[in-house]
């Protein structure tokens, strides 16, 4: 009966008490997984809707890297658990698993069927975390374009050919010492 301690809730066997600390320190010890924070757009993202399994999932859209391509853009689905608001409400990013895979589906016009209507079909692949984010922020990484380039530019060229001096709208007031 060395193993039991009496307490006044009743008695305890300490080998279990021995065997619940280790299995706290194991959920302690055990590697804290490394995941990946996505960033993007409020409007790339769904309404939150229930799959048939019962749970509820954001679709969200990545954006065509070419602004010539006009096809319908990629997406994929997340828990809405795990979609959250930036700080300034502006944005959303989602923390999921670096070492996972995604599903992600980009729709094609497969064709038009019989009665005239246009048929559409979704080529989906897995896509590892680190690549989905990739695709998701490829404007953070792309390098500076046209569109991009041409406000800045615009400025410094003001700037350095004199057009961004202020102008005065009324005259200073002139103070003469004799009217007072």
Known sequence: ???VVNTPFGSIDTAAMDAAAA???????????????????????????M???GKELVRIQIPNQDPEDHSPWAEFVLPAKSVHENQYGKGLWAKIPA?????VSKPFLEGVDADGKAKWNADKRPVPNRELKEMVEFYKTAGRDERT????????????????????????????????
């Open 23 to 49: 299995g706290a320190e194991e959920v302690r010890k055990r590697p804290e997984r490394e995941e990946v924070t996505i960033k993007f757009a409020r409007g790339l993202a769904s309404e939150p809707f």
């Open 99 to 103: 070492d996972g895979v995604t599903t």
């Open 1 to 3: 009966m060395e193993n």
């Open 51 to 53: 799959s048939k399994a």
């Open 149 to 180: 380039a041409a406000p800045a530019d615009r400025k410094t060229q003001e700037k350095t050919a004199g057009n961004s001096v202020k102008k005065n709208r009324k005259p200073a007031k002139k103070h003469n010492d004799m009217e007072r």
